[in-house]
């Protein structure tokens, strides 16, 4: 089972299989630049919860419950789905998001989602 990590669009590629994250491209980066291996927009936060978060760190809290809910049950769960599919057959699966802010972003909520499915197959593993 591969592992999950985050790194920002602009930053230098660093190895991994690299999935971006966001719903849009990244503001002025090149394909080349990104070397983007996979475009998963469908686990991004729905277009009305973007906007109602709107990058403020004081509705983050809020936020986070909501996108919890869309990766469970919503718009984003098929994607979710997909991304742990691909970290079953890749070691080192990188998750490339654009937001400024790299601790109030959708990105590190997704990726502790994730992080806590593979620990719940994990254990389920380890169960049966």
Known sequence: MGTFRLLRAYEPVNGGYRILVDRLWPRGLSKERGAIDDWAKDVAPSPQLRVAFSH????????TEHYVQELEVGSASE????LLEIAAQ??????VYAARDTVHNHAVVLIDYLNERQREAANQTKLA
């Open 90 to 95: 890749q070691n080192d699966v990188v998750l």
């Open 79 to 82: 994607g979710a789905t997909r």
């Open 56 to 63: 403020k760190a004081e509705r983050f809290a809020e936020f």
